[in-house]
């Protein structure tokens, strides 16, 4: 059993996307990728995958808490880099230190000063009465607000805090996949989250994504916890209430998908794993937490969502093919959820073409290393089918496949940003299958490899065709 990734994977990946890079210059030639998103793009795929193969090696005996320190502190410092550099980059790229395009940010970052003058002046109750209903999406301007009362409303201080809160959802990372497939796999799941770009990439954004991240793994950590303990920890089944709650304020579908997936984990796990004392125990607490959300408001938002997908994705996908601005793709139109489901595992795909979207250009690279790390998921899936392993690991496979499922419904499918709650937990299965390459399965990689070629290929020319 591996306990490292092999230099001829990462090898292979690269070499094979500075073929594709400069298959699709060629092919689009009157559209080639800015100068300018060249190098970030190259940066993003050497860097993860060269580095992933040389700390898989070098962390691979040290201790555990050794191992921790180490993956924290590094984990940590690659986050405030990249938060500086992004900083100084959007400041001198755009006149403000947010990314192209900044919409939401920017709406974040004044809520969040709005927030903070009601507190200083005592009248919070006035958000309140702004809200209403729409509690999704209050979690992170509240949290800014409270945070800028404290400490100003300077820009940089909410990106250091989500380095640190990155960092260490990479140690908690590491222990969920130690957990379920063991030390060596867990020691790769972190560092793979430590080095993949989507993870870094957020601390730099005045976007929700990285508390969000954080506080899915937080519950994913004690859910797993709670569900493979000797005793039911009382404390442990508190917090979990009260981060289950609090991503209800962040993204409700994403909180009733955990939900959901802690139901579904107590009613499949193995009985060797956890108790039936206990599934029941963790079965009766998401039925009364269920009935508690169905009666109030947040309820409310979960049923319209629910009622809406087919018209939410309809209209989304007529949004796209109608964008004003020359960004309208026409063949949007035919996007469904038939056509997105067998593509979420894989998803999204790199824009290595100019189409004047430079957040997506510039993370092309990130894109493509989940394409590949794809791979090592559907080895995991297959071990554990073989072997009958799923049961043991019910709740990681429910909360990505239930979310997934849930993001192929909307219009967001294909958005790297909506794939983002799910990333830890691809990572941590991708983790499981790099242990499992062997001289069976790994005459399958280049094939695959060549297959994800062909539909970046493809991608780009529909980014391309739509826009004709």
């Known amino acids: 059993m591996l306990n490292y990734l092999p230099k001829y994977y990462m090898s292979q990946a690269i070499g094979?996307?500075?073929?594709?890079?400069?298959?699709?210059?060629?092919?689009?030639?009157?559209?080639?990728?800015?100068?300018?998103?060249?190098?970030?793009?190259?940066?993003?795929?050497?860097?993860?995958?060269?580095?992933?193969?040389?700390?898989?090696?070098?962390?691979?005996?040290?201790?555990?808490?050794?191992?921790?320190?180490?993956?924290?502190?590094?984990?940590?410092?690659?986050?405030?880099?990249?938060?500086?550099?992004?900083?100084?980059?959007?400041?001198?790229?755009?006149?403000?230190?947010?990314?192209?395009?900044?919409?939401?940010?920017?709406?974040?970052h004044g809520e969040g000063m709005w927030v903070a003058g009601l507190l200083k002046d005592g009248k919070f109750d006035v958000y309140f009465e702004y809200i209403g209903k729409n509690y999704s999406d209050m979690g992170y301007p509240l949290y800014l607000g409270v945070l800028y009362s404290i400490v100003g409303d300077e820009v940089l201080i909410p990106r250091i805090i989500k380095a640190l809160l990155g960092a260490f959802t990479c140690v908690l990372v590491y222990r969920i996949a130690s957990r379920n497939f063991g030390e060596g796999a867990g020691r790769i799941a972190g560092i793979l989250a430590m080095l993949v770009p989507n993870l870094i990439y957020y601390c730099g954004l005045h976007l929700k994504e990285t508390e969000m991240v954080f506080l899915v793994v937080i519950f994913i950590n004690l859910a797993d916890t709670i569900l493979r303990a000797q005793r039911f920890n009382f404390k442990n089944v508190l917090l979990l209430c009260l981060v289950g709650a609090s991503l209800f304020f962040f993204r409700t579908v994403l909180a009733v998908c955990l939900w959901a997936s802690l139901f579904v984990a107590a009613f499949f796990i193995s009985s060797r794993i956890s108790g039936t004392g206990k599934k029941v125990g963790i079965v009766v607490l998401v039925l009364v937490a269920?009935?508690?959300?169905?009666?109030?408001?947040?309820?409310?938002?979960?049923?319209?969502?629910?009622?809406?997908?087919?018209?939410?994705?309809?209209?989304?996908?007529?949004?796209?093919?109608?964008?004003?601005?020359?960004?309208?793709?026409?063949?949007?139109?035919?996007?469904?959820?038939?056509?997105?489901?067998?593509?979420?595992?894989?998803?999204?795909?790199?824009?290595?073409?100019?189409?004047?979207?430079?957040n997506a250009m510039m993370m092309a690279g990130a894109f493509f290393t989940r394409n590949v790390y794809a791979f090592f998921v559907f080895v995991t899936l297959f071990v554990m089918y073989k072997r009958k392993l799923w049961r043991n690991h019910a709740l990681l496979l429910s909360i990505v496949f239930s979310y997934l499922f849930v993001l192929a419904s909307s219009g967001f499918a294909l958005s790297e940003?909506?794939?983002?709650?799910?990333?830890?937990?691809?990572?941590?299965?991708?983790?499981?299958?790099?242990?499992?390459?062997?001289?069976?399965?790994?005459?399958?990689?280049?094939?695959?490899l060549l297959f994800i070629a062909v539909l970046v290929i493809g991608w780009n020319w529909f980014k391309l065709a739509g826009r004709a």
Do not use: C
């Not at 983002?420 to 094939?447: C, D, E, H, R, W």
């Open 16 to 108: 094979l996307f500075i073929i594709i890079f400069a298959a699709i210059s060629v092919l689009f030639i009157s559209n080639i990728l800015p100068l300018l998103w060249v190098f970030p793009v190259l940066f993003e795929v050497i860097a993860f995958f060269y580095f992933s193969a040389v700390y898989t090696r070098k962390w691979a005996n040290v201790s555990s808490v050794l191992y921790q320190k180490m993956l924290f502190l590094m984990a940590f410092a690659i986050r405030v880099a990249f938060v500086f550099i992004s900083y100084f980059f959007f400041d001198y790229m755009t006149g403000q230190p947010f990314e192209f395009e900044a919409g939401d940010s920017v709406g974040y």
């Open 417 to 448: 940003r909506f794939h983002l709650p799910v990333v830890p937990f691809l990572l941590i299965l991708a983790s499981f299958g790099i242990t499992q390459m062997n001289s069976s399965n790994k005459k399958y990689y280049f094939p695959y």
């Open 290 to 358: 269920g009935g508690l959300i169905f009666f109030s408001s947040l309820g409310d938002n979960v049923q319209e969502y629910i009622g809406g997908g087919d018209k939410n994705l309809t209209k989304q996908m007529y949004n796209y093919a109608n964008r004003a601005g020359g960004k309208s793709n026409k063949l949007a139109q035919y996007g469904s959820k038939s056509v997105f489901l067998p593509l979420m595992l894989l998803a999204p795909f790199p824009t290595l073409v100019d189409t004047q979207q430079p």
